[in-house]
């Protein structure tokens, strides 16, 4: 089998390797678009964001399974939280998902990214560091090292092999609500 994914990120490739290395042949990182704003503002955008570049990821490589991880804040309660977003795709045009961790930005960091900043630009000025996002990531900054970026995407690397698994063996439905 061979994985294709839509990033050259080493934090969002390591999960992947992490989880598929033993059961794949070949794991290939590909630029991508997204197909949203670099800076997504909603878990909608995030996960759509997530789901275009699995397709692309797919598309391009001429992959059997692409998969696509996207980050993006969501405004709760007069707070910036980070989400995260995932999506696995193959040939046959079984899409899957799966949402991960959040949490919330400080204030300053907050106010910078509503100011029209990528959060990336924004982490690595309030660190004096380089590329946070290829590395610990905010999330990795935040939670004082406990969680890198590698982790969470970990996390939700497991939520989609385990349910494309599940859907692969059973052939179960997955919910469409009726738009209104
Ligand atoms: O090359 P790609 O795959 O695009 O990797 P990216 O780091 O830009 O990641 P995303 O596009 O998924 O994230 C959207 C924006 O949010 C930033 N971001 C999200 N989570 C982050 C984190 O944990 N640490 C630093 N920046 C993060 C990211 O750098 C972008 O500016
Ligand atoms: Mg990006």
């Not at 949402?99 to 910078?112: I, N, Q």
């Not at 630009?121 to 380089?130: F, I, Q, S, W």
Request: aromatic share 8%; proline share 3%.
């Amino acid at each position: 089998m061979m994985i294709a994914i839509g990033t050259k990120n080493r934090a969002k490739v390591a999960a992947v390797e992490a989880v598929f290395a033993d059961e794949c042949d070949q794991i290939v990182p590909i630029a991508v678009d997204s197909g949203v704003a670099a800076q997504p503002f909603s878990d909608e955008e995030t996960r759509m964001g997530a789901i275009y570049r699995a397709k692309q990821a797919c598309a391009k490589a001429q992959a059997d399974v692409g998969i696509g991880l996207e980050g993006g804040v969501v405004e709760i309660d007069g707070a910036l939280w980070v989400c995260n977003w995932g999506a696995l795709v193959d040939r046959n045009g079984t899409v899957i998902c799966a949402g991960g961790a959040r949490f919330p930005l400080p204030c300053e960091v907050a106010e910078e990214v509503l100011n029209g900043k990528e959060l990336g630009e924004v982490m690595d000025e309030y660190t004096g560091k380089r590329n946070i996002r290829q590395k610990e990531g905010a999330v990795g900054v935040f939670t004082n090292g406990y969680v890198s970026r590698t982790d969470m995407f970990f996390h939700i690397v497991k939520l989609l092999a385990g349910q494309y698994e599940f859907f692969v063996k059973t052939n179960a439905s997955r919910c469409q609500l009726p738009t209104t």
